[in-house]
Structures are given as structure tokens and as C-alpha cells.
T-cell receptor, first 115, second 114 residues
Framework: DTGVSQDPRHKITKRGQNVTFRCDPI?????LYWYRQTLGQGPEFLTY????????KSRLLSDRFSAERPKGSFSTLEIQRTEQGDSAMYLC?????????????FGPGTRLTVL | EDKVVQSPLSLVVHEGDTVTLNCSYE??????LLWYKQEKKAPTFLFML????IEKKSGRLSSILDKKELFSILNITATQTGDSAVYLC??????????????FGKGITLSVRP
């Protein structure tokens, strides 16, 4: 399978714990995005990388959230001191920045439940 | 801030019916509008629309964009139970900007009954 992969697929944690998610984009894609989706809502943008550079962070991304893409390939999203409001599906997407077509392809997501 | 509104929020039809899903947007800068299908997992790409008035088709699905009136529609003909899903509309800012995020609507939940 050469699509976007995410790990883990599900994570249950207790409030206050730290969690880390991983995303492996499609191999030739230089752009990587993180979104968060809650029930009944569309995905909301969190942050994105072009290669290893983090180019934008949403105001939704509090200081408890940090994302990295150290070698311009896979990315990690860490949430520190989780809160119940962090429970959501965390989606990763990747795209190839080209002039004409740059649709984003999504991974299966990591569903986080904070107890 | 960019805004995407989809309607209706949910829809129930019977197999064989034709459905039209609506997406309107308010954006300051616009490059493309995208439709995705989501079935309890990751959104899967359906269409990217950049030009007004040009219909895109894929099997029983088709979509068109009206940049003057700021809306798009997604049509599904001869619906099947496998079309049951959430259909998401998103807008993309210009590629030349630093901002490359998609802004999504809430999605339209389509249920196709046998």
C-alpha cells in the first residue's frame, strides 16, 4: 500500500498523559498536513509542512501541541497533558506541490479518546 | 476567515434516486474547490474544480463549479447503498500563498436505503 499511513489507528489515554502520533506520507509528496475532526464536523486544519519546514500553524494548535517533520518524510504530532476536549480523529494528508494539481490525500486517521 | 457551507446537512434517499449536494463558499482568495467522500475513515478524493462551468464526471458522480455565484454542486445519479457516506466540500487558497490549508464544510450525510 503506497498511500498515507498513520499509527496508531486508535489511542485511549487518561487525561494529563502525553500522546504521540505518526504519519507517513506518500513517498514523493513534499507537503504534509495535520487536521483534526470531531463528530459532525469537517476536518479542521492544524498545521502543515513543506519538506521539513513547518509553514503554518492554526490558532487551534495550543502550546500543548507540537508537530515535527525532521527529515522531510514522516511527521509526528505530540499532544502534552491531554484534555478531554482533545478527543477527536487526527487526520494526516499529503500532497505534491505542483502548479496545476495538488489534491491532498488523506490517511486513515488516529482516533484519540481521552478519558 | 474562509467559510464553507454545505446543504442539506443530511439526506435520506432510496436506491436509484438522483441526489444533488450543495456547497457554497465565502473566501477571500480561491484556487480550487474539492469534493471528498468519507465512509467512517479517511476522506477519499472525488473531484477538484478550478474553472467555472466545466463539469467533471466520474461514473455516476458529476460536479460543477460556479465562481460567480460562489457555489458548487455534486450530483449522484442512480444512487446505490454504497454511496452512503459523508460528502465533504473544501476550498483551497492560491498555491502561491504561504497558506495551503483546506477549509472544509461540515459535510453532508447521505443515506441510501435499499
Amino acid at each position: 500500500d503506497t498511500g498515507v499511513s498513520q499509527d496508531p489507528r486508535h489511542k485511549i489515554t487518561k487525561r494529563g498523559q502525553n500522546v504521540t502520533f505518526r504519519c507517513d506520507p506518500i513517498s514523493e509528496h513534499n507537503r504534509l498536513y495535520w487536521y483534526r475532526q470531531t463528530l459532525g464536523q469537517g476536518p479542521e486544519f492544524l498545521t502543515y509542512f513543506q519538506n521539513e519546514a513547518q509553514l503554518e500553524k492554526s490558532r487551534l494548535l495550543s502550546d500543548r501541541f507540537s508537530a515535527e517533520r525532521p527529515k522531510g518524510s514522516f511527521s509526528t504530532l505530540e499532544i502534552q497533558r491531554t484534555e478531554q476536549g482533545d478527543s477527536a480523529m487526527y487526520l494526516c494528508a499529503s500532497s505534491l506541490a505542483r502548479q496545476k494539481q495538488s489534491e491532498q490525500f488523506f490517511g486513515p486517521g488516529t482516533r484519540l479518546t481521552v478519558l | 476567515e474562509d467559510k464553507v457551507v454545505q446543504s442539506p446537512l443530511s439526506l435520506v434517499v432510496h436506491e436509484g434516486d438522483t441526489v444533488t449536494l450543495n456547497c457554497s463558499y465565502e473566501v477571500t482568495n480561491f484556487r480550487s474547490l474539492l469534493w471528498y467522500k468519507q465512509e467512517k475513515k479517511a476522506p477519499t478524493f472525488l473531484f477538484m474544480l478550478t474553472s467555472s462551468g466545466i463539469e467533471k464526471k466520474s461514473g455516476r458522480l458529476s460536479s460543477i463549479l460556479d465562481k460567480k455565484e460562489l457555489f458548487s454542486i455534486l450530483n449522484i445519479t442512480a444512487t446505490q447503498t454504497g454511496d452512503s457516506a459523508v460528502y465533504l466540500c473544501a476550498v483551497e487558497p492560491p498555491i502561491t500563498g504561504a497558506n495551503s490549508k483546506l477549509t472544509f464544510g461540515k459535510g453532508i450525510t447521505l443515506s441510501v436505503r435499499p
